[in-house]
């Protein structure tokens, strides 16, 4: 092997130095940076499989819906809050289970659903279960802890039923100008919210037929309470 000059011996002799004080800290790095990339190619997978596994059976609880079959919906709705608690069908099934629930008269498994999607389900489907359990709580002459589901909702669409229900509310407790004052906050608020154009993305014709059965029925619990338009 031909000898080399004096020059790379020099050079060899940095890079053996350099490598001596930097070398395990890059293959450090490098060994950090690829077990990085394997978790988080690890964590795509099982958010996937979580996500794949969590809509068979949210498949099977809407079918169960359906079909009136209580029990089957008990055990779908059960095993998607234990095991896939924080995928966005939990949430959804939540909800279907609630709705199956209340439907066939067991009002305490459809609190019980509701409250759990009220914990932990995120903005919309959150508000509708405030919503739908202000409702049973309103059935069951709970005004107080009907009203405080009806504290604040997070888009501008909710507030219209928020305010809509509370009126409800207040209207059961003989609240009479109270009820009122919230029948008339949530025609304003209607109205702003057609004018933001975010009533939905629906078609604008079905739309506008909405937002007017919507006021006819709140003028008419108006009217009902003698309060003015």
Known sequence: MAAYDLEEQ???AEIKAWWKQYGNRLVNAATVI?????????WNWYQRNQSTQASMIYSVLQ???QDNDTQKVKAASGELLEKFGRTAYAEMG????????????DVQ???????WAVEHATNELRDLARLRLAALLLDEKAYDEALKQLEGASGLAFEVRFLDMRGDVLAAQGKKAEAVAAYQAALAKQEELI???KSGAVGQEWQGRANAVARELINQKIDALGGAK
């Open 195 to 197: 004018k933001s154009g």
């Open 94 to 105: 939540a909800l279907v289970s609630a709705k199956a629930m209340a439907d066939s008269g």
């Open 10 to 12: 020099e050079q060899i």
């Open 109 to 115: 498994t459809a609190k019980a659903q509701l409250v």
């Open 34 to 42: 690829a077990l990085l990339v394997l978790a988080w190619q690890g």
């Open 63 to 65: 079918k169960a819906a």
